[in-house]
């Protein structure tokens, strides 16, 4: 189930996010507030698929983990990939900037370059340390500024 963080019931605009890692989970919700975006956090792919698209309409970004090895969901059943999720977006018509953000060189540049292919705007920002999660906020601080 979806994860909310900083609440704004005015006017909301999302982060969503794909992510098993708590650390990188804490991190990422800091750099939100700081953007002033609410996020949402899913740790497996399946659930992320049926309950983000409530969201899509004032999504500003979609930031997505490649390896969800650490996922909860683990103790139920696989909690797939963030090549998964990226499938599924490319089903649909762009909508917002995707920032790929594992830690796993050769798949986040494949990803990225996937949904690039298609009409996505996306980067890979793989998150190792505190300047790559700066890398990563001034991101998507350009895009949501974009957005506005």
Not at 10 to 39: C, F, I
Not at 123 to 142: M, R
Request: with cysteine.
């Amino acid at each position: 189930m979806a994860v909310p963080y900083d609440s704004d019931v005015s006017s909301p605009k999302y982060l969503l996010v794909l992510e098993d890692s708590t650390s990188r989970l804490m991190a990422l919700q800091g750099a939100a507030h700081r953007l002033s975006l609410e996020m949402m956090s899913w740790s497996d792919v399946h659930t992320m698929r049926k309950e983000a698209p409530a969201f899509f309409g004032k999504t500003q970004v979609i930031s997505l983990d490649y390896d969800l090895s650490g996922s909860p969901y683990r103790e139920i059943g696989e909690p797939g990939t963030g090549e998964d999720l990226v499938k599924f977006l490319l089903t649909l018509p762009p909508f917002c900037p995707v920032v790929i953000h594992t830690s796993l060189d050769s798949r986040g540049k494949m990803l990225a370059a996937s949904l690039k292919a298609s009409g996505w705007k996306s980067e890979w920002i793989g998150l190792k340390g505190q300047k790559d999660l700066n890398l990563w906020e001034t991101a998507v601080k350009g895009w949501t500024a974009q957005a506005q």
